[in-house]
């Protein structure tokens, strides 16, 4: 599996910004795409965007449009997601993660490798 490695989290004021980053161990020909997924206590798992790897695709929840944004270095060794306006619902812990896969629903139904996670707190 892929080993992925985030960093970036921490404590932000509503409305406030914070970019996480995410170093995957392999190059993206080992999986399909690479994103972030994200857990908050009580609830399920959330897909939140991903990043395809063979094309510059990209997937958003429709709870984050318009605020985050999912990236790649020109090498292609880091992921970004950068995290604006953020609001009072956005803290969970945020996992790199690859190979997301959704249901006929929308839902996120599996993942193939995931991070150690980051915690994602907004409070004022």
């Known amino acids: 599996q892929v080993q992925l490695v985030e960093s970036g989290g921490g404590l932000v004021q509503p409305g406030g910004s914070l970019r996480l980053s995410c170093t995957p161990s392999?190059?993206?020909?080992?999986?399909?795409?690479i994103g972030w997924i994200r857990q908050a206590p009580g609830k399920e798992r959330e897909g939140v965007s991903w990043?395809?790897?063979?094309?510059?695709?990209?997937y958003y929840a429709d709870s984050v449009k318009g605020r985050f944004t999912i990236s790649r270095d020109v090498a292609k060794t880091t992921v970004y997601l950068q995290m604006n306006s953020l609001k009072p619902e956005d803290p969970a812990v945020y996992y790199c993660?690859?190979?997301?896969?959704?249901?006929?629903?929308?839902?996120?139904?599996?993942?193939?490798?995931w991070g150690q996670g980051t915690q994602v707190t907004v409070s004022s």
């Open positions: 392999d190059s993206p020909r080992f999986y399909n795409n």
């Open positions: 993660a690859t190979d997301l896969a959704f249901g006929p629903k929308g839902g996120l139904v599996n993942v193939g490798s």
């Open positions: 990043l395809g790897s063979r094309d510059d695709s990209t």
